[in-house]
């Protein structure tokens, strides 16, 4: 049996947001691991992609497995014996903290499109004053992969002297437009759904689009080498086939369709669409007029900024720009390119590739290799 | 004023297609360049991608320009003056060839999705079949590109004696599965628009769903280089800003609308239901078992494979597995790698690079470059 162990963190108060607007008492759910020690100073502070909850590990309180599971625990990369982990879930999304989805105290509704714009900042933002509450005033690292890198990068911009150590993975120091316009045809997939109402649907609302946002989705998280060599040109049994000619056929199109199914439910459209538009809308030159001038101001006195190959929607070259932008001869700066298969997903998925690297940089002593395999 | 240099041929009784089901007496439309020498031996027959027309280039009778109006022409690398230029319409396609949107002669009413299942063979007959009308029996060579290299590879294949030269850019042997991925995405796009109403929508049909389906095409057919150097994170002007927050507000935004726009009304959404999953079941290897046996039938003296390096959609590995393949003591082939940044689209766009390639190929006397400079 498994209980939450989510909690929360009501922002008391009109909390503002970076392209204006305003939140009451907005709250931020999040999960914790491990022991703040008696210094306050081994709080590592963990931002997630658009999608997943607090939930990045399983724990005492909630035995399901996390997001990273194998990331983060006793005797893990981030190690939970040492490690005080605090796990966010993103302002604007829907798993606890407060979003489009949520009701909107001044008018008993929900907010839906009524929402500010919601950007990066605002969820770099929104976590601080968590950490604050805890009494923590100095982050032993933040980090974050995907959208979470973008958070994690920002947060050392706008809290400079908070955090020592910044994980920034598969991540973007500014969105380009090949992404953005990926995720503009996402939002449209969405948004032209009947179901959407213009936000105001009950219940799951635009599943179609939805549908059609999540595997486009899929494809730009993985790579085509991946799906060459797993799928080839398979196609599923006869009788798995629809008979129709527009319907599954080859074993790529079971395996999009699978995961269409499974997200199904599971998030809420209006909150899908400002998390995505916020990632375009993310530009660190924001914040001193250029890329360099924005770099310039990350606190974090090391940094470990890690890309894959095949990543298609944040390509390595985007990851060099963060590495080359923070090198300094007062920070310490590990930049690790690997050659995963499985495009930006593979610090999901990838485990064999990406725990060592972050072993690294947490000074871990992991178990044996043969306990930890992928699974 | 232009009146169109379309011609038909049709094909008389039950064509009978490759996965079963026959068409009567369908007809081909196509477009010629030149003159058919006495020898009849200069012919070159052209294929093309998913969407074009026969109308290649412009000539005395058609003044607009064609899609490949730099390429072919007096003078130019597929010589007019020398060689009579064959270009069909594809089977299966809406531009006067038999296809879904075509009335069937049996019933008197449309296909729509009651067209038989098409495959890039189906195409390569037919088009054999209106070579053997003009008393063709040696074409000089078949060309195409994308969709229309299948076609000309498997034209090859199977009429070994009739043409010497092949011409294959940007094409595939076989349909990888991110292809297919991507292809299906789009057509789950247009069939899950209400307006498709499973194939019997009247006038234009699933204009969202085209458009979106185009958009996607747009981002697979253009390259993350080209949009990065291109748009960058510019923004559209304020005034030309919908106000809504999830409307267009980058350049890269505008210029997908743009394109969505021109698309719609100018195809119909059933023939690219069957034209784009017939390049899903296009594989080589169906013609003898494996791809080396099916390249081993190809009876081409003479072969130019093209690809280019930024080429998501039919990448690179695919255009040098094909030169590979057709490697032989008795046959010249002749493999080139562009670096346009263009992705597929680049032989569309990046005539400077395409040019003297094909000029190459066919012994052409170029007019001075600074006369064909890309427009």
Redesign the interface.
């Known amino acids: 049996m498994s209980t939450s162990a989510r909690q929360r963190f009501t922002i008391e108060g009109d909390f503002v947001m970076e392209h204006g607007g305003t939140l009451k008492d907005p709250v931020i759910a999040y999960e914790t691991w491990g022991t703040l020690n008696f210094q306050r100073d081994n709080a590592v502070l963990l931002f997630t992609g658009l999608s997943p909850s607090a939930h990045a590990a399983s724990s005492s309180k909630d035995s399901t497995t996390g997001w990273w599971e194998q990331m983060l625990g006793p005797r893990r990369p981030i190690d939970t014996t040492k490690y005080f982990v605090i796990c966010v879930n993103s302002l604007g999304s829907c798993f606890g903290s407060t979003g489009p989805a949520s009701i909107d105290p001044v008018t008993g509704e929900q907010y839906r499109?009524a929402f500010p714009?919601l950007t990066i900042e605002d969820i770099a933002t929104s976590a601080q004053r968590l950490v604050e509450s805890l009494d923590i005033t100095h982050l032993h690292a933040v980090v974050g992969a995907s959208m979470g890198g973008m958070t994690a990068l920002v947060h050392t911009i706008l809290f400079p002297g908070v955090a020592e150590g910044l994980v920034s993975i598969s991540s973007a120091a500014?969105?380009?437009?090949?992404?953005?316009?990926?995720r503009?045809?996402q939002?449209?997939?969405i948004?032209?759904?009947?179901d959407w109402q213009g936000g105001n649907y009950e219940g799951h609302g635009p599943v179609?689009g939805m549908r059609?946002a999540r595997?486009?989705g899929m494809?730009t998280y993985r790579?085509?080498t991946e799906?060459?060599q797993?799928?080839?040109?398979e196609r599923v049994p006869e009788e798995r086939q629809s008979g129709d000619?527009?319907g599954v056929?080859?074993?790529?199109?079971s395996y999009?369709e699978a995961h269409a199914n499974k997200f199904i439910g599971t998030f809420d459209a209006n909150c899908y669409?400002?998390l995505s538009?916020a990632m375009?809308l993310f530009?660190v030159a924001d914040h001193g007029g250029s890329l360099a001038h924005g770099l310039a101001r990350v606190g974090a006195r090391r940094a470990l900024i890690v890309g894959v190959e095949t990543d298609?929607l944040f390509?390595l070259v985007q990851q060099r720009e963060i590495a080359d932008g923070l090198r300094r001869d007062d920070r310490e700066v590990d930049f690790r390119a690997l050659p995963s298969i499985q495009g930006h997903d593979s610090f999901l998925v990838d485990m064999d590739r990406f725990r060592p690297v972050l072993c690294d940089f947490f000074n871990c002593t992991m178990n044996q290799p043969g306990r930890l395999r992928s699974v």
Chains 1, 2 share one sequence.
């Open positions: 499109t714009v500014r969105a380009l437009p090949y992404s953005i316009a990926l503009s045809l939002r449209e997939m948004r032209s759904d009947p179609t059609l595997k486009l494809m790579s085509a799906f060459a797993r799928f080839g040109r000619l527009f056929e080859f074993e790529v199109e999009l669409l400002y538009r375009d530009d298609a390509p």
